[in-house]
């Protein structure tokens, strides 16, 4: 499923809001798939500045539809999240 560029903005715009340098985010690809019940889930991957100042590399994030607002999960900072994420990601049938 492909995402509007309204869309794509929005799920950027809440990723951005939960990192540590919302301006250093470089987004890779992207993909949006309607998950459990209708519900519209994107899963894609961002590297952003971490506390440090030094770049994270590429981290799975996962955004929700919530009323016509998207909700970001968080990003995939360690092993447990990663696993989780993906099988979240391929559960909701993310081509990712």
């Known amino acids: 499923m ?3 560029p ?6 950027e715009s809440g990723v951005r809001a939960g990192l540590k340098d919302p301006g250093s985010a ?4 992207m993909a ?3 998950g459990q019940h209708g519900q519209f889930v994107v899963c894609g991957y961002v590297n952003a500045k971490n506390s440090f100042g ?6 799975l994030f996962i955004a929700k539809r ?17 696993d989780a994420f993906t099988d979240e990601c ?4 993310v081509q990712i």
Request: aromatic letters at 12%; zero cysteines; proline letters at 0%.
């Open 90 to 93: 391929r559960f909701a049938g």
């Open 66 to 82: 919530v009323d016509d607002v998207f909700v970001t999960l968080g990003t995939a900072d360690d092993d447990f999240k990663v």
């Open 26 to 29: 470089i987004f890779g690809s």
């Open 2 to 4: 492909e995402l509007t």
């Open 54 to 59: 030094g770049y994270t590399g590429d981290q």
């Open 6 to 11: 309204a869309q794509r903005e929005a799920v």
């Open 32 to 34: 949006a798939a309607a």
